[in-house]
């Protein structure tokens, strides 16, 4: 007779440079436990590696629809549950949708935070879909489009994420475009959940007042009898080089001219996804940084200035915007960005500059870790973005 397999046992393993245990289930899902006692809260957060950037070409939004929905209760959980029991117990929960992935938290009690734990493995794979529901829901999702569409900052990112990509998912905004929200029918929402909420898809991190052991045999416990299937493989185009410059004009009702600019960059995770995290300290951190010194300060052609470094699962996007000051020609306030930018590539940053860089980004990541929250957001964001929370542990060493 031919012996079956055994199951595989899923294995607790402590780092113990960083204090993160992890743990994986024969379904696949993988847990991250921290324990931190130095208040008694945990938190707890559900990310499924899945986002705009896996829906199919005419049918966007799906995966910001859906994350609606999965509040509007399981078959042992009825409307408006999920948030009743949060509030029963002393707790809180949201959740977010973006380009590369979804995610559920919560904040309850360390006494309390099983209950989040049977919330979430209930709507995995139990979450009902009334057809009365996924009617009215459509209204606050189309709502929230609009409501985004009359801020012309958004109005301009979503322009240029449509412009700079062409043919990667990135170029739609993660709600969708309106007339396909309009008209997305329940099925094709239901088959998204269907294919991507699935265990083997799933990073549980839970951070705070816990003792690792039994977290984890609590997980085991609400996750490991759910099974999984083969994920889909979805078709991801890979985004050309681009070989020139690509500039577009919106015409608004605004008071004053806005401009907003994006270079092509790399992964979430990289050595270089670093070099532009202080890079952009350098040029727009603060008051004494590069462009407010010279746009807003001294040439005062710029009301304010920002830059944000956008990596992704995919090569993302290093973007600057900024506010013109009223009465400045928009020409002359992007010949000076241009300069400083030139500057900046020809000569690079000062000594002072690089060690002030550093110097903040130290803190802000010495803060974010500060709350469980904070801390579970970072270890699952690099988990699930970058594939491997392990570089958690060279962010700090990284700025010295």
């Known amino acids: 007779m031919k012996a079956s397999k055994r199951p595989r046992r899923p294995r607790l393993t402590e780092d113990r440079e960083s204090g993160v245990s ?15 006692r130095a208040a008694p809260i945990v938190s707890l957060q559900t990310w499924y590696r899945v986002g705009s950037r896996e829906e199919e070409k005419g049918r966007t939004g799906l995966a910001h629809f859906l994350e609606h929905l999965m509040f509007k209760g399981t078959a042992s959980l009825r409307r408006g549950d999920i948030d009743r029991v949060t509030l029963k117990n002393g ?15 919560f904040t309850f009690a360390s006494d309390r935070w099983e209950r989040s734990l049977e919330i979430e493995a209930d709507r995995m794979r139990g979450s009902a879909f009334d057809e009365h529901e996924f009617a009215a829901e459509r209204g606050p999702v189309l709502e929230e489009l609009r409501r985004d569409r009359d801020d012309p900052w958004w109005r301009l990112h979503e322009t240029l994420e449509s412009t700079a990509y062409q043919v990667h998912p990135y170029q739609n905004p993660v709600i969708g475009w309106v007339e396909e929200v309009t008209k997305v029918p329940r099925e094709d929402v239901l088959a998204f959940y269907d294919a991507w909420y699935q265990p083997a898809n799933c990073t549980v991190v839970v951070c705070g ?32 080089p681009q070989e020139g410059e690509r ?76 506010e013109v000051q009223e009465g400045v020609a928009p020409a002359k306030a992007e010949a000076a960005l241009w300069e400083e930018f030139d500057r900046f590539a020809k000569d690079g940053p000062s000594a002072a500059e690089l060690a002030r860089a550093k110097s903040m980004l130290r803190a802000s990541l010495v803060y974010r870790a500060t709350t469980v929250s904070g801390l579970g957001e970072l270890i699952g964001s690099l988990h699930v973005l970058a594939g491997d929370w392990r570089l958690y542990k060279t962010l700090l060493p990284m700025l010295e």
């Open 22 to 36: 992890e743990l994986v289930l024969p379904n696949g899902l993988v847990a991250l436990i921290v324990p931190r």
């Open 91 to 105: 707790g809180a929960n949201n959740a977010d949708t973006s380009t590369d992935r979804t995610r559920y938290f």
């Open 209 to 240: 007042d816990v003792d690792a052991a039994d977290a984890a045999a609590k997980i085991i416990e609400h996750f490991a009898p759910i099974p999984t299937k083969r994920l889909p493989v979805p078709f991801v185009p890979e985004e050309p």
């Open 247 to 322: 500039r577009f004009e919106l015409e608004l009702m605004v008071n004053v001219p806005r401009m907003i600019a994006g270079f092509h960059t790399v992964r979430t995770g990289t050595r270089e996804d670093h070099v532009l995290d202080v890079t952009q300290a350098i040029l727009a951190a603060g008051k004494s940084s590069r462009l407010y010194d010279r746009l807003v300060r001294r040439d005062a052609v710029a009301a304010e200035v920002s830059a944000w470094n956008d990596a992704r699962r995919d090569p993302g996007l290093f973007v600057v915007s900024m």
